[in-house]
T-cell receptor, first 113, second 115 residues
């Protein structure tokens, strides 16, 4: 079946612009996660959605970052007033409720010039 | 605070040999889960193996096995019979149980398999 998909695959934006990154989780997966991977680094947790529960936003680095998940499926990560340090690969993952394994999408490579 | 440490930034192994990638963790939680993911140059994260903190036996998945030493807080990945396609970044990660579902990742180890 279809895996986690993310769009766009690459995004180049100018400093100060807003960007939206999209994640389509695997159908039926109730949990959705966003991570950020800076060049040569491990993954950094950003935010987690589980069903209708309030999201865990504890990893968002600043109030310029926000995310929503509509209808328990698609999620959008928004970065306002982008800065050069926001340049990274943004990875989305999903998992079925009660399962430990997270299935990752291919990521969106964001470059802020 | 929880932390994952991977002390080997790079490793190399000859094809068909076994290799061990180190991972140590720090947590005060009695219940947690440990994962290994593979990230090829294409960028996707591929789940390899999972070990629960209360599992009595070490996890195995094909050529992958996890050498879990709870008292030493280590969860090393062993890859047997290395293949050229095993060349990739390998990340160790930890998940808290009881509803805390975010994964905390180590910095990764880059493995190169030589023919």
């Amino acid at each position: 079946g279809a895996g986690v998909s993310q769009s766009p695959s690459n995004k180049v934006t100018e400093k100060g612009k807003d960007v939206e990154l999209r994640c389509d989780p695997i159908s039926g997966h109730t949990a959705l996660y966003w991570y950020r991977q800076s060049l040569g680094q491990g993954l950094e947790f950003l935010i987690y959605f589980q069903g209708n529960s309030a999201p865990d936003k504890s990893g968002l680095p600043s109030d310029r970052f926000s995310a929503e998940r509509t209808g328990g499926s698609v999620s959008t990560l928004t970065i306002q007033r982008t800065q050069q340090e926001d340049s990274a690969v943004y990875l989305c993952a999903s998992s079925p409720q009660g399962f430990y394994e997270q299935y990752f999408g291919p990521g969106t490579r964001l470059t802020v010039t | 605070a929880q932390k994952i440490t991977q002390t080997q930034p790079g490793m190399f192994v000859q094809e068909k040999e076994a290799v061990t990638l180190d991972c140590t963790y720090d947590t005060s939680d009695p219940s947690y889960g440990l994962f290994w993911y593979k990230q090829p140059s294409s960028g996707e994260m591929i789940f390899l193996i999972y070990q629960g903190s209360y599992d009595q036996q070490n996890a195995t998945e094909g050529r992958y096995s996890l050498n879990f030493q709870k008292a030493r807080k280590s969860a090393n990945l062993v890859i047997s019979a290395s293949q050229l396609g095993d060349s990739a970044m390998y990340f160790c990660a930890m998940r808290r149980s009881g509803g805390y579902n975010k994964l905390i990742f180590g910095a990764g180890t880059r493995l190169a398999v030589h023919p």
